[in-house]
């Protein structure tokens, strides 16, 4: 794991988009792995930005999302279609065809599951896997306890998860209870896995991540295993890294080293 910690969010934000936009100055076409949650929306706007100015080509790539919820058709407002469309596909006018997330309303989502990660293999696999961290350690929706070996499927979203996702659905609303989810081994097949954490509420789950026991109680300590996972933290998230300073020597300021 290379653990990158910046002074604060803006910091750990534009060194996030920088990772995507290296990958994609190198290979245009490349398969990007995309994540919702509050933490990517300045990642995303960060991205149009660079694309706006001309310094990154977007248009180019294809994209998986992690996760959809089960129930929530693509129009429907808190679905993860909806807020790929509007936080990056509509103002980007990208081709629908290259986005890709999994289909909440399918009539069979255990096969919606399969068929996804069949389809991530015939695009060739992802390049680039863009992951949050929730509270409780989850990448994706691979709450606790999730297989540590499992392919894409329906997973149950636990309580606390639900509590969190709350605020981005109305008061009368509901927050589905199930959602299908790039399994972990399908994240771990990932060419490079990009975690993005900021902000003290995720700094117990990162410690669990990066420095607690491979183990399904922290989905995300899974990572120990990929053989290219860069994860990029701002100075909250980082706080409880008992090795906090080690990483921080590894990498000053977020920065490679030169060995000589
Ligand atoms: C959500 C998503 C995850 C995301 C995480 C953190 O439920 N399924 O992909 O990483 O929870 O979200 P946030 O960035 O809003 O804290």
């Given at each position: 794991?290379?653990?990158?910690?910046?002074?604060?969010?803006?910091?750990?934000v534009?060194?996030?988009?920088?990772?995507?936009?290296?990958t994609?100055?190198?290979?245009?076409?490349?398969?990007?792995g995309?994540?919702?949650?509050?933490?990517?929306?300045?990642?995303?706007?960060?991205l149009?930005?660079?694309?706006?100015?001309?310094?990154?080509t977007?248009?180019?790539?294809?994209?998986?999302?992690?996760d959809?919820?089960?129930?929530?058709?693509?129009?429907?407002?808190?679905?993860?279609?909806?807020?790929?469309?509007?936080?990056?596909?509509?103002?980007?006018?990208?081709?629908?065809?290259?986005?890709?997330?999994?289909?909440?309303?399918?009539?069979?989502?255990?096969?919606e599951?399969?068929?996804?990660?069949?389809?991530?293999?015939?695009?060739?696999?992802?390049?680039?896997?863009?992951?949050?961290?929730?509270?409780?350690g989850?990448?994706?929706?691979?709450?606790?306890?999730?297989?540590?070996?499992?392919?894409?499927?329906?997973?149950?979203?636990?309580?606390?998860?639900?509590?969190?996702?709350?605020?981005?659905?109305?008061?009368?609303?509901?927050?589905?209870?199930?959602?299908?989810?790039?399994?972990?081994?399908?994240?771990?097949?990932?060419?490079?896995?990009?975690?993005?954490?900021?902000?003290?509420?995720?700094?117990?789950?990162?410690?669990?991540?990066?420095?607690g026991?491979?183990s399904?109680?922290?989905?995300?300590?899974?990572?120990?295993m990929?053989?290219?996972?860069?994860?990029?933290?701002?100075a909250?998230?980082?706080?409880?890294?008992?090795?906090?300073?080690?990483?921080?020597?590894?990498?000053?300021?977020?920065?490679?080293?030169?060995?000589?």
């Amino acid at each position: 794991m290379k653990i990158l910690i910046l002074p604060d969010r803006e910091a750990a934000v534009a060194a996030c988009v920088d990772l995507i936009a290296q990958t994609l100055t190198a290979t245009p076409d490349a398969v990007l792995g995309l994540a919702t949650g509050g933490t990517m929306e300045p990642v995303y706007a960060g991205l149009l930005a660079r694309a706006r100015a001309g310094e990154v080509t977007l248009n180019r790539m294809t994209s998986f999302n992690l996760d959809e919820y089960v129930g929530l058709p693509p129009g429907h407002p808190q679905s993860y279609h909806t807020y790929m469309q509007e936080r990056l596909f509509g103002p980007l006018g990208f081709d629908p065809a290259r986005a890709h997330l999994p289909r909440g309303d399918a009539s069979d989502p255990m096969a919606e599951a399969v068929r996804y990660d069949a389809a991530i293999m015939a695009a060739g696999g992802i390049d680039l896997q863009l992951l949050g961290i929730g509270g409780n350690g989850h990448i994706g929706f691979n709450e606790p306890s999730s297989s540590l070996a499992s392919p894409t499927r329906v997973k149950t979203l636990t309580r606390a998860t639900r509590a969190a996702n709350a605020r981005f659905f109305g008061p009368d609303e509901t927050v589905p209870q199930f959602a299908i989810t790039m399994g972990i081994a399908t994240i771990l097949r990932s060419r490079h896995a990009v975690l993005l954490a900021t902000g003290g509420p995720k700094a117990a789950a990162v410690a669990a991540m990066a420095e607690g026991p491979l183990s399904a109680r922290c989905p995300a300590s899974a990572l120990q295993m990929h053989p290219k996972a860069t994860i990029v933290l701002d100075a909250e998230a980082a706080a409880d890294l008992e090795l906090r300073q080690y990483y921080e020597t590894v990498h000053p300021q977020g920065q490679e080293v030169s060995l000589d």
